[in-house]
């Protein structure tokens, strides 16, 4: 007699050999299969069952309601094709990290739909719409990874958190020019979903806020090179009962962001890097800036 176990939300789906088999690993590859697919119909000439696959706001409504989930794994060979699976696997496995594989299964289902459905509503008022690709899709994971890590590093040392806003602004400009306005309605609709499903999961460093807090605190407290978030290892705005040693160590580790990245580096390695609270991802990267500032300071004697 044989058994099905369904694996715990952080494990993996299962393993082929020693390699780890996650749900995005199973998306990216369902990707890479259908778009293979595709380019040998289009070969043998039969690129109408391709077109039956595509979202077409007319073929729904006459009842062909398959369309609103095969549109997303409609797509031809290219080198854009193959950096947005990369893309997809690099920013899909920390989210699904962060969420577990059902509800990272949930999120990726409800980006589906929700394109459709909003295009839907624009044919319904007159203006039939099409779309293929899961383009905006996958702009959502990676809004959802820019969720979780804000200020991750990215190109030239830029913040996930603006890599974000540019990539938003120049696609939606490039869909504005091809006059696709109902894209970008999707675009930005799919963007704010995946955003608040991580708010709603506990990933609660703001997104923009940090920036604007930093400098008005330089107004009021200029004592002092390093600050964490409420709930965080030293918390800035500590109640005014703590006294004694207690106080002294928070005013030492303020102070110290040594101390901090040493006590979550421990962390990470022994219980992983989803063991962090959102507390905690800010309490490190503050640490990480406030070491990088402090050795860009220094001058040699």
């Known amino acids: 007699m044989s058994a099905f ?9 299962f393993y082929l050999g020693d390699f780890p088999v996650r749900l995005i690993t199973l998306l990216v590859g369902l990707h890479s299969a259908t778009m293979i697919v595709a380019a040998l ?13 595509a979202y077409s706001s007319v073929a729904v409504a006459h009842g062909q309601v398959w369309r609103i989930l095969t549109y997303a794994f409609v ?19 920390e989210v699904e990290n962060g969420l ?17 459905m909003l295009l839907q509503g624009f044919a319904y008022a007159g203006i039939p719409q099409s779309s293929v690709g899961s383009q905006e899709v996958n702009f959502a994971v990676f809004a959802a990874f820019v969720a979780m890590h804000p200020g991750a590093q990215f ?9 974000f806003v540019g990539l938003l602004a120049i696609s939606s400009l490039q869909m504005l020019a091809d006059h696709q306005s109902p894209r970008v309605l999707v675009l930005a609709c799919s963007s704010v979903l995946a955003i608040q499903l991580m708010r709603r999961s506990g990933f609660e460093e703001p997104l923009f806020g940090w920036s604007f807090s930093l400098s008005f605190q330089s107004f ?15 918390s800035s705005n500590q ?63």
Do not use: C
């Open 5 to 13: 176990i369904v694996p715990r939300a952080n494990d993996p789906l």
């Open 155 to 163: 190109f030239f040392g830029l913040a996930a958190r603006w890599v």
């Open 220 to 234: 009021k407290k200029r004592h002092g090179s390093f600050d964490v978030l409420n709930g965080g290892l030293a």
């Open 75 to 93: 797509a031809t060979p290219s080198i854009w094709f193959l950096f947005e699976m990369l893309m997809l696997y690099y920013f899909g496995r």
């Open 100 to 116: 577990g594989w059902r509800r990272f299964g949930i999120l990726y289902a409800g980006l589906l739909l929700l394109g459709p």
């Open 239 to 301: 109640k005014s009962t703590t006294k004694g040693m207690g106080a002294m160590a928070s005013n030492r580790e303020a102070i110290n962001p040594e101390t901090v990245m040493d006590r979550l580096l421990e962390k990470i390695s022994s219980k992983g890097m989803t063991s962090l609270t959102a507390a905690e991802r800010s309490s490190l990267e503050r640490a990480r800036q406030a070491i990088l500032a402090r050795t860009a300071g220094e001058t040699p004697r």
């Open 41 to 53: 119909l289009l070969a043998a000439g039969h690129g109408a069952l391709i077109d039956a696959l």
